[in-house]
């Protein structure tokens, strides 16, 4: 579970990170998760774009796919969703501590 100071450091982060993967008509499928879960291992913080095809809540879009890549949501905004999931061999990203 994140800190809200360790998510604050997260939103400014990607701040400018472009959305890399989308969600569209088919909702969370494998597909999709996939590719998350491959930039989840590459870049540790990963911003999803919802695109206004997908017919279910971004919020529930947004949940399953922490669920389902057991990453951290990060944020919402909008249609974009951010994730983290830390890599345990090599982490990118050093959170601030307390």
Do not use: H, W
Request: aromatic share 4%; glycine share 4%.
């Amino acid at each position: 579970m994140l800190s809200g100071k360790e998510k604050r450091y997260l939103r400014s982060l990607a701040n400018t990170v472009d959305p890399v993967v989308q969600v569209g008509k088919a909702s969370v499928n494998e597909s999709v998760l996939f590719s998350l879960n491959e930039a989840l291992d590459a870049r540790e913080l990963v911003k999803v774009k919802v695109l206004k095809n997908c017919l279910d809540e971004v919020k529930d879009v947004a949940q399953e796919l922490a669920d389902q890549s057991k990453a951290e949501l990060v944020q919402v905004i909008g249609r974009n969703v951010v994730l983290y999931r830390p890599n345990p061999e090599k982490p990118m990203i050093k959170l601030p501590k307390e």
